[in-house]
């Protein structure tokens, strides 16, 4: 059995030949920011996500996930920096990468290697990965991990890196020792361009962000018809938004690249579900779904002459 330092070092070896940029560890606990999200509930910013509410007590302490948790590894992974556009040259947010499987179904396979290395010191291990959709605060469990800071546009951003990347947590039922680092100072200082780019106000003061109002959740988690002026704040991105990362000094030496990757309006206007499915219903475009991706494009053709 090696030492448990030597275990940690394998772990951060094998993450960074995955490809992630970051590896963080945590013991599980009430997360640090976990009243803000209560307030944040409680102020009703969540729009129709209404299974925020729902789960928030479960998002108190990592072990109302998974019981036996011991210990909490963080990872971050990077998305393409490329917009993916159409023919027409109308675009989407980065982290849909079009042309490569969801990044749910694609972390989950890179965490279930690093459990299989687990699984060589621990034969007996219980586990938890969490992709995105866990009742977890992970910018919060990231943050605590030492992985970043906490963005005034609520990212989490790693300085010389920025804020382009996805989170996964693994829940172990190990506890792993390891040097507890400080979480990092906040890096945003004076700057406000994330709030001064944001073009619906959502971002209605630091670390405050108001769903309803965000372009990413009406363009894509959003049931219904769209607030009238929308398709104007689009500016040519059908779903999701990228203004406030855009806006980010930590941001500004990446994502320049654009990519055509996507048909033209036209052929998304005329697809069929069937078709949809078979081009996209693996990626992070199925999120929105081809009805909503239609309405969207619909309300931002109001705008584009």
Avoid at 247 to 274: I, Q
Wanted: glycine share 6%; aromatic share 12%; proline share 5%.
């Amino acid at each position: 059995m090696k030492s448990n330092k030597e275990i940690i070092q394998k772990i951060e070896e094998r993450a960074r030949q995955l490809g992630f940029i970051k590896v963080g560890f945590s013991y599980p606990k009430t997360p640090i920011f976990y009243s803000e999200f209560l307030n944040w509930i409680n102020e009703k910013r969540y729009g129709q996500m209404t299974w925020l509410k729902r789960s928030k007590d479960l998002r108190e302490d990592p072990r109302n996930l998974f019981e036996e948790c011991k210990t909490i590894i963080s990872l971050a992974y990077p998305y393409f920096h490329y917009k993916p556009l159409t023919i027409d040259q109308l675009c989407i947010a980065r982290y849909t990468t079009p042309k490569e499987d969801d990044y749910h179904i694609r972390l989950k396979a890179l965490a279930l290697d690093i459990v299989d290395l687990l699984k060589g010191y621990y034969p007996d291990i219980n586990y938890r990965i969490a992709v995105d959709s866990a009742p977890l605060l992970e910018r919060s469990i990231a943050y605590e991990a030492g992985i970043g800071f906490i963005g005034k546009n609520n990212m989490l951003i790693i300085p010389g890196f920025g804020s382009y990347f996805f989170l996964l947590e693994i829940l172990i039922d190990k506890r792993l020792d390891f040097k507890i680092n400080p979480p990092l100072e906040d890096g945003c200082g004076s700057c406000t361009n994330c709030l001064d780019s944001c073009p619906t106000g959502a971002l209605i003061r630091p670390y405050m962000m108001d769903a309803s109002l965000c372009l990413s959740y009406l363009t894509v988690e959003y049931s219904g018809r769209l607030p009238e002026g929308t398709g104007r704040n689009m500016n040519r991105c059908f779903m999701g938004c990228d203004r406030c990362q855009e806006a980010c000094p930590y941001n500004r030496d990446l994502g320049g690249n654009k990519e055509v990757c996507l048909p033209s309006t036209e052929e998304f206007l005329k697809m069929s579900n069937r078709d949809f499915k078979r081009r996209f219903g693996k990626t992070a475009l199925s999120r929105a779904g081809l009805k909503k991706i239609k309405r969207n494009l619909i309300e931002m053709l109001k705008y584009i002459n």
